[in-house]
């Protein structure tokens, strides 16, 4: 490839998609575990802010409005609304900050990774390259190009993810909010995403070329500073000058227009949202006041409002995001085209190799092992001969003797553990319950039973008050069974199908796929008003549910050991017992039967805490698995 070929920005590597699995090949590389927890965290966090724009309509509705026209009101169930939604919005704080903290990890780790391997290839390629390419542009690379990487990796893709799955549940949330009003919003969003188009199509290519540009300068600052001598000697000086203006007004030409449609993009998209809100708020109201939608409240409209700031504004996002992948990928196809040059063959024949002594003690032998004696392997026309590197004044080498048998360190004790052992030993249930990770775990365990007990005993009821008039009429009853019926076999194929899954990805991952399953599920269900949508719900509740009593023995074995394993997990059962103690009078005091089909809504937020602190909490010992390993 050419250097004038690297200055465009060509796309040697091949299309952006090809480009865009290399990079992802860089995170699996390394950082997997990390990216799969980012993930996790990111759809926390918008289901926890997008829950709490759904509690507004209930908080007016079920809560303000009632106290209002009351003579003597009771203010106890106001202040428990307010601390589930305090804690909702704590939960996606929690998630926001763990998910950022991991990205810069991961971003930095990559770019490391990436110098590394262009460093490495770079080494391998043949002097012609050099003499050919300016070495400005091959800095630029190493540079500007790589630097973009961080960019992406540390900001974009992650606002991209969190915008995406905000965007995602805050329509499921509106849909079921208002049908009517949520068409409005699309209408709204539709002429954005046009706007959108336009102007970060424009930007895009702007910046495309600002990204190749640059390395151009670069070369030619560094030609000129090192031919400065030949400049001054031909009087070649307004020559020069030239040539660095046309470059200059070729990067400020692009720059210039790249920021422009960039820096428009933003006020426009804003004014919309704005424009949009408004929209919202006046067909809302009209469709409350004409009695077309009598369902249409004051606490739908306002947290309807809040929906649509939250569904408009991550569109937004995205939006200014695009300029930062699309100089990214640019940056990235330079980087692989560098890559991609093919490296010099080597003929070589002689090489440096470890050797050591033949049986005799005379003859030095090629070994694979590092001996620290080293020889030039030497190929002649029928053997090859092993020249030393080292030799002693009398044509002898200097004898390295191996160590008795049995000797150690001074210090040295073995480890603990054998085939038996897990992550911190082989230990009996004594020096089990002495460890920290044990009560992290059977914590965990209780938090995670809790969030599917509140409600497994209850969905026969749930169903009743959500889905009947009349909760105790025949065809309510009836279903109860069939409800029963669903969430025991869902249980059953969430055991046997989370024993392939733990063999897959292992029990922490396992872990946390069951606990967002059962957040997912919880959100499903306190909004299914239809029989269709309650027993989806149901289904997915009750296959998280039933995995957990096969994630945790897996996992007491691969922490502690199997040694005492069914004594150890006995202990650690413990924690599902605890939360079918606990999960009963935290029902009695969430159920408010007044709110109609609303009766379980709080125990649903409760529900879905718990399960995003056990989240939490299996976050917390994956990471710490992880810096364990490391070190």
Sequence with gaps: MSSKQIRSGAKAPGHRRHIVGRLMGYIKRGYKARFIIVLVCILVSAIANVAGSLFLGSLIDDYITPLLGAADPDFSGLVRALVMMGCLFLVGALCAYAYNRNMIVVSQGVQKTIRDDLFGHMQTLPIKYFDTHAHGDVMSVYTNDVDTLRQMFAQSIPQVINSSMTILVTFLGMLFTNALLTVVVLVCVCFALVVTRFLAGRSGRYFLRQQSTLGALNGYIEEMINGQKVVKVFCHEQEAQDGFDRVNDEMFHSADKAHTYASILMPIMVNIGNVQYVIV?????????????????????????????????????????????????????????????????????????????????????????????????????????????????????????????????EGFEAPKGGAHAGTFGDLTPGEMVKTPRFWVLIVT?????????????????????QLFADPTSAAAVALGGVVGSVNTCANLVGRLSFGQIIDKLGAYKSLLISLVVTIVALVIMSMSFTQSMFFVALALLGFSFGALLVIYPPLTGGAFGTSNIGVNYGIMFLGYAASTWISQPITAVLYHAEAGSAAYQQSFYGAIVIAAIAVVLTVYMMVSDSKKKSA
Excluded: C
Aim: zero cysteines.
């Design 281 to 409: 708020a006046m067909v809302g109201g009209a469709l409350a006041l004409s009695g077309v939608d009598t369902t249409i409240t004051l606490g739908v409209i306002a947290s309807f409002l809040q929906l649509s700031k939250s569904f408009s504004n991550p569109i937004n996002q995205i939006s200014q995001q695009f300029n930062s992948i699309i100089m990214a990928l640019a940056g990235a196809e330079r980087i692989f085209a560098l890559m991609d040059e093919e490296p010099e063959e080597d003929h070589g024949t002689v090489t440096l190799v470890n050797v050591s002594y033949d049986k005799e003690g005379h003859q030095l032998e090629e070994s694979e092992k590092r001996t620290n004696l080293w020889a030039w392997r030497v190929p002649h026309s029928t053997d090859m001969v092993m020249v030393p590197v080292r030799e002693e004044a009398d044509g002898s080498f200097t004898e390295l003797k191996a160590p008795e048998a049995g000797w150690l360190p």
């Design 445 to 465: 365990f209780a938090f995670a039973a809790t969030a599917g007990t509140l409600l497994v005993g209850k969905v026969a009821s749930i169903a009743a008050v």
